[in-house]
């Protein structure tokens, strides 16, 4: 679930990366303006101040049933997460999921789950976050520990690794009274590659191999599937836009048909992308190093 709405830089980031977020995977949002906006299922607990702010924990809990029934998902930690939940079960409240936000979470979720089959509570599930990132859900995926759910905040939300994006606009092309005219920028360490292009994506036995970059009005390598299209002419988009079900399926297609090397979390491998012969032949004939290769 994400769970980064406020730790984005602004509102608006929180809302587009709550749209990313599912698009790439989670499963729901607890941004309720995102889900309002882009249909995301939402999803998401109380707050510890809900729970700090009633005169105990039952009082708290059984409120918060009250309000949002079989689906609340009660945050258990506030105080002794173990503690808590026992708390429920001696209750007799049947919360369709437990959260826990700190401590020893592997440690912790076995001991909650215990309590809560004992309790007869074997539907009842184990939400966990708590400054989580990618590394730390495997860690805790690999470790066996009886997790039904991850809430990932910062991690989503913001790009701690890459804070920065080199992106830069740099023209390839210009439309001349003789037609497009390939450019390239020259700089030692930011030389560019001239000309309008398309991306070949080559696969073999449903395994994606290669991208292969070419010019625009190349027929692309055998098997290569082209992964440009225009969705824009003149300011006006030449098609409507997908579902966002079907732009998260698409993605999930894609990643998954990547090699296991690429998608590995520590020491991926890197993903091969190469110049078509044409286009390297055009970056060598306008950078003037035509006698540089074949």
Not at 29 to 41: D, H, M
Not at 46 to 58: G, I, N
Not at 139 to 145: E, F, R, T
């Amino acid at each position: 679930v994400e769970f980064g709405g406020l730790r984005a830089h602004c509102p608006e980031a929180a809302l587009h990366a709550a749209r990313a977020a599912y698009l790439a995977g989670c499963q729901a949002t607890s941004n309720v303006e995102a889900g309002s906006r882009f249909g995301i299922p939402v999803s998401g607990t109380m707050a510890h101040s809900w729970v700090m702010a009633h005169m105990d924990e039952l009082t708290a809990f059984a409120r918060y049933t009250a309000v949002h029934g079989a689906r609340s998902i009660l945050l258990i930690d506030t105080y002794d997460t173990v503690a808590a939940a026992r708390l429920i079960v001696s209750a007799g409240l049947r919360p369709a999921a437990v959260r826990v936000d700190s401590g020893d979470l592997a440690g912790l979720s076995a001991a909650v789950r215990a309590v809560l089959d004992a309790g007869s509570l074997q539907e009842t599930k184990i939400l966990v976050s708590g400054d989580l990132d990618e590394h730390r859900v495997a860690a805790l995926v690999a470790s066996g520990a009886p997790i039904d759910g991850f809430g990932v905040g910062t991690a989503v939300t913001t790009s701690a690794d890459a804070p920065s994006l080199s992106g830069v606009y740099k023209l390839v092309a210009v439309e001349r009274e003789s037609g497009m005219v390939p450019l390239a920028k020259l700089s030692p360490g930011k030389r560019t590659v001239p000309g309008e292009k398309q991306v070949w994506r080559v696969a073999r036995s449903g395994e994606t191999q290669r991208d292969v970059v070419a010019t625009a009005d190349e027929l692309g390598p055998p098997g290569g599937v082209p992964l440009l299209r225009r969705l824009m002419r003149r300011g006006v988009p030449t098609e409507s836009a997908p579902a966002l079900d079907a732009i998260r399926d698409r993605c999930r297609t894609a990643v998954a048909a990547l090699p296991d090397g690429v998608r590995r979390l520590t020491d991926a491998e890197r993903f091969p992308v190469e110049l078509s012969p044409d286009l390297d032949r055009l970056s060598r004939r306008v950078g003037g190093r035509d006698d540089q290769g074949p």
